[in-house]
């Protein structure tokens, strides 16, 4: 095959390709080449059905039924895919909730008056979010109230009983069913801990009793650690409004020094932003021959600040290699998560520094240098600072940036969709009444190299669209949109005539950007107020969720919480289950009389959008709409 085909057959994105074809003529691997190198993948594994809980093992069941049906312990192929997916929901709850927890953290520290260059920028949001918790504000100042607000948050993580704050944004009946089931949650930290618990040799093997605290799980880390992230990031740095910016790699500058933020934590992106409209740093640009400093994000923490300041992005989950294959990034600062551990080497054939800054994800071959919230501002001057001065190390023989970039609008907070509504939600009631908008669907995931790169998200999207579905979404979804010109008032476009009328008189574009991973949150948020606002249960409403191309454990725990809270889910990438045929009914089918909403999978876009409307039209039908 040459070339060109296979970029193409990799990536629909226009940039990716070029830079695909790049790295195949400079005989560089990408995470394409290395997933090639993987064939065949595991069967065990990719079937749910090997297990490594103990030293007995590890031991696989065999699928066909001519080998074993029962680990050294008896275990059967129900019980270990189901701790599997159990483990699985743990470790990206335990993600999403550890980066809520550092974002309290600096809070708390703010509110303190130690952080290094935080301040409170949302008191309207503070504010709020204490009349949530029962926090005074009478007569008390925002530092007070922050500081309160702060440890409630923080003391919610380890919530050994009762319920947790955020939860309660759920309508009631929603409420009365996790409680009834027993996966009204506590704190994550206790969560995570009793999953790890069950998963062990010889606790619990009852797959339906394991799914449910995976269920259980999942929602101290949506209603918990996640919504934590959110709200208490939008008291910090400031709830998003929309706002322009651009995206894919084409915002890398060939005269200035680029410095790519990659990760989740805002408060890293926060102060490399900051620190980079540093005069004297922008001074030393100049002396080292640059014409200014320019940062662009990649993954969530792009995102962060791409909806807050409109920082460029310059693309998603895939093209964290494809970025350093420019030959223009002189230094990648990256914190925790979707960081592949393939950056430092493929780095050293450029002249590109790996920065990682995070005590808890070092990365052998990269520069660390360990950001802490109490110093923030001046250690991101030291990190740019270190960007800067590899400026000259830039061989400009090597670069080569795809002339490629896209307008978008972004930053689409509950708030601003509520503001760009004139104040209340009642006119995207009155449109989903009428039928003008069928219904809502958020959009969410990374990139998955088994997924040719932004086809399925894209072409999910446009059918949706197409048909008078307002998309929302986040993470490497919203990226795929917004490098594709999706997120722009004029993609209404492409709209049905229902959906295209509410965009043009709103000025809204006809899919939402309402952030990061964690920022999901927003949209579970969403969803409870319209339900509360129609008096039904989440489950009643003309709503789905969809995780086209996703990848982490972080998207499995998503999965779980979105149906946990009543919404129907599709996947588009096959989760390791189908082992156990026990299992994957309950997650397919036993799922809907449990708790109101299940999973599909479906790998084709066109397909799932079509599982996705009939199921929205069974919804308005059953409302009487
Ligand atoms: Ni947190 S989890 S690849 S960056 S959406 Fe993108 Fe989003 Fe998945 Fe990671
Ligand atoms: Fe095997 Fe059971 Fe040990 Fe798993 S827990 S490795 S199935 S003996």
Not at 197 to 208: A, E, L, S
Request: proline fraction near 4%.
């Amino acid at each position: 095959m040459d070339v060109k085909d296979r970029a193409s057959e990799r990536s629909v994105d226009t940039a990716s390709q070029i830079m695909l074809r790049e790295a195949e003529r400079q005989g560089i691997d990408t995470a394409w080449d290395r997933l090639e190198a993987q064939q065949p993948q595991c069967g065990f594994g990719e079937l749910g059905l090997c297990c490594r809980n103990c030293n007995m093992g590890p031991c696989r069941i065999d699928p066909f039924g001519e080998g074993p049906d029962q680990g050294v312990c008896g275990a059967t192929a129900d019980i270990i895919v189901a701790r599997n997916l159990l483990r699985m929901i743990a470790a990206g709850a335990a993600a999403h909730s550890d980066h809520g927890r550092d974002i309290t953290h600096a809070l708390l520290l703010t509110a303190e008056g130690k952080s290094g260059g935080y301040e409170i920028k949302d008191t309207a949001k503070l504010n709020a979010l204490a009349a949530e918790y029962g926090i005074d504000t009478e007569g008390r100042n925002k530092e007070e109230v922050a500081g309160d607000l702060a440890r409630a948050a923080y003391a919610e993580f380890g919530n050994q009983e009762g319920p947790i704050r955020f939860t309660r944004r759920a309508p009631s009946k929603r409420v009365e069913l996790w409680r009834k089931l027993g996966i009204d949650p506590r704190g994550v930290d206790r969560e995570i801990v009793e999953a790890m618990h069950r998963t062990h040799i010889g606790v619990d093997n009852d797959y339906v009793n394991l799914i449910l605290h995976g269920l259980r799980t999942a929602l101290s880390d949506g209603w918990g650690g996640s919504t934590i992230a959110t709200e208490l990031s939008d008291v910090l740095f400031g709830t998003p409004k929309p706002i322009k910016s651009m995206a894919n790699l084409g915002v890398l500058s060939s005269d200035k020094v680029n410095i790519i933020i990659h990760g989740h934590e805002p408060t890293l992106s926060e102060m490399i932003v900051a620190a980079a409209d540093d005069a004297d740093l922008i001074a030393l640009a100049k002396e080292k021959g640059a014409n200014g400093i320019n940062i662009a994000g990649i993954c969530c923490t792009g995102t962060e600040v791409l909806m807050r300041h409109g920082t460029p992005i310059a693309g998603n989950f895939l093209q964290q290699e494809l970025a350093i294959i420019t030959g223009a990034v002189e230094a990648m600062v990256v914190d925790v998560q979707c960081i592949m551990p393939a950056l430092p080497d493929l780095a050293g054939c450029f002249h590109t520094k790996i920065i990682s800054t995070s005590p808890k994800a070092k990365f052998p071959g990269a520069t660390h240098i360990e950001f802490h919230e109490d110093k923030a501002f001046d250690i991101a001057k030291e990190i740019v600072k270190a960007a800067v001065e590899n400026y000259p190390a830039r061989n400009a023989a090597k670069v080569k940036i795809p002339d490629e970039k896209m307008e978008c609008m972004v930053g689409f907070s509950v708030e601003a969709i509520v503001n760009a509504l004139g104040g209340s939600l009642d006119p995207l009631l009155d449109a989903i009444k009428s039928g003008a908008v069928k219904g809502v669907v958020g959009i969410v995931g990374c990139n998955n190299p088994k997924i040719q790169h932004d086809y399925a998200h894209l072409n999910l999207v446009k059918e949706l669209i197409k048909n008078d579905v307002l998309v929302i979404n986040t993470g490497c979804n919203a990226i795929a949109c917004a490098k594709a010109g999706l997120l722009l008032p004029e993609a209404a476009d492409q709209a049905g005539d229902g959906l295209k009328a509410v965009c043009r008189s709103l000025g809204i574009p006809p899919v939402l950007h309402m952030g990061s991973c964690v920022d999901i949150s927003r949209i579970l948020t969403a969803c409870a107020a319209i339900a509360n606002a129609l008096g039904v249960d989440i489950s009643d409403l003309p709503v789905a969720g969809a995780a086209p191309e996703w990848m982490s454990e972080k998207a499995v725990s998503i999965g779980t919480y979105v149906v946990a809270s009543g919404i129907y889910t599709v996947l588009g990438a096959v989760p390791p289950v189908l082992g156990s045929a026990n299992v994957t009914a309950l997650l397919t089918e036993g799922a809907e009389d449990l708790i109101g909403a299940k999973f599909a999978v479906e790998v084709d876009p066109f397909k799932a959008a079509k599982l996705i409307l009939d199921h929205i039209m069974a919804k308005r039908e059953a409302l009487g709409i």
